[in-house]
């Protein structure tokens, strides 16, 4: 009669090391890029077979699917869902970019941000993998854009055009990744002049 | 009496196919990444023997860097040097600016701009690859950087810290060229938009 929850206890382990794999493998995409996300590569930094990681996600894609989806699951527990805590409006999209700023002085993937290293590697090679770094890059843009009009609608931020200054901020935000994955930091503090600058318009 | 014209003619030829080779390299490094750049799919692609290309370049990071310096070639040919024919100034900034965003629309590389992908590309991976996009990329900025002062020595805009909009200009012109390769062109619109704002300050 315990085969169902013995059957659970597998699928939940299963699920952990899938999760864990995911983890690993954005945390290799960030340094590497997403093309040295190898199952090769995740077994050897692991320690587990490789036939034990080719059952879990089937191809190199899938792993490196796996990996997008990672580093999404990640930037919205670290930056968008601590961010709705604050009153909407300003307060939100400045806490938004805040957070995104940590994020990028305080990484959680060792190589930084690590959709901005993805989306340039992949912008050339149409696929399911680029795709996905697309959809994810457009969802935070939308987000990030639809409070800002939830700012203008309580009267802040008057005249600006919310996707023009989310594209800004993106902008702006992405080459202070960059710079400071180079060793630059003084670009970060450039950068936060701007993004000052833009949200006090 | 005719072995030195001999040995200049082999040179000459020499010099000929490491350039186009290493351009060629610089095309294949815009769409997949520097990592890209091998010795095996050069040869593949010129139909040239691997020794050949070997004996020309060494290694796979001589030719990486070959494929950089070919790319920051074609910028100085094709962006830097037309607009030095513009009075200096505000003039040739407009120009500089122009010309960056024509190589964006109509790229010289077939994956766009190789800069934005290749720093991205690399930097998390500290080397000589990684030293000579950084350099290339800082002596582009202190380039435009030094243009804004002439402008600014002549009285145009006024109270801008060049650096900061040396920073801006390239963060903006460099997301829109990452939004075009993935095939959304309204970006580029935006950027255009912002850069118009930002000169016209």
Redesign the interface.
């Known amino acids: 009669m315990n085969e169902p929850a013995t059957s659970d206890q597998r699928l939940a382990k299963g699920a952990r090391s899938r999760a864990s794999i995911a983890r690993h493998a954005a945390d290799v995409a ?4 997403l ?1 040295g996300v190898t199952i090769g590569r995740l077994a050897t930094d692991l320690g587990i077979s490789k036939s034990g990681i080719a059952t879990l996600f089937g191809s190199k894609e899938s792993l490196q699917l796996a990996a997008v989806k990672a580093g999404r699951d990640a930037f919205v527990t670290e930056i968008i869902t601590p961010s709705l805590n604050e009153p909407r409006g300003l307060p939100r999209v400045r806490a938004l970019i805040d957070r995104w700023f940590a994020h990028i002085t305080e990484p959680f993937f ?3 941000c690590f959709r ?2 993805a ?3 992949f ?3 149409p696929g399911p993998v ?1 795709d996905a770094l ?1 959809a994810d890059h457009s969802a935070w843009l939308a987000f990030l854009a639809e409070e800002i009009r939830k700012a203008q609608a309580q009267g802040e931020l008057p005249g600006v055009d919310p ?2 200054l989310v ?2 901020l ?3 935000v ?3 990744n ?1 710079a400071r ?2 060793g630059d930091d003084t ?1 970060v503090t ?2 936060r ?2 993004t000052d600058r833009l949200l006090n318009a």
């Open positions: 960030s340094v590497e890029g093309n060792p190589g930084g901005t290293a989306l340039t590697e912008d050339s090679k680029r697309v996707d023009m594209f800004e993106d902008a702006v992405s080459a202070a960059t994955q180079i670009k450039l950068a002049a701007i």
